[in-house]
């Protein structure tokens, strides 16, 4: 039984940076693939970044690759998402979820199963 619950949004200015916390718990936690997903006011959900159940695996959606790293610790059962020149159109709620198999193509809504509950990222001067 895995339960996901997300940390670290909050108001940051553009330019700046936040790292958020995906913290799992279940017996199977550290068997899934973990993705990060944004979604806007009236806007499809769209996922940003996405690792493998070891780490070894990692994908970005384009617009955050060179800024944004996916990790994770699976010893603290724990996936982060640290953000670094964050932009205004990244403003949304930020969510975790965990998928049974990875995808090498991308991260994508439909091939999740369990999710957060979501933290507010706002980015604004």
């Known amino acids: 039984q895995l339960q996901l619950v997300e940390s670290g949004g909050g108001l940051v200015q553009p330019g700046g940076s936040l790292r958020l916390s995906c913290a799992a718990s279940?017996?199977?936690?550290?068997?899934?693939?973990i993705g990060w997903f944004r979604q806007a006011p009236g806007k499809e959900r769209e996922g940003v970044s996405c690792?493998?159940?070891?780490?070894?695996?990692?994908n970005y959606v384009d617009s955050v690759k060179g800024r944004f790293t996916i990790s994770r610790d699976n010893a603290k059962n724990t996936v982060y998402l640290q953000m670094n020149s964050l932009k205004p159109e990244e403003t949304g709620i930020y969510y975790c979820?965990?998928?049974?198999?990875?995808?090498?193509?991308?991260?994508?809504?439909?091939?999740?199963?369990?999710w957060g509950q979501g933290t507010q990222v706002t980015v604004s001067s």
């Open positions: 690792i493998n159940s070891s780490g070894a695996f990692t």
């Open positions: 979820a965990a998928a049974h198999y990875w995808r090498g193509s991308g991260c994508y809504t439909e091939a999740y199963s369990r």
């Open positions: 279940g017996f199977t936690a550290q068997s899934y693939t």
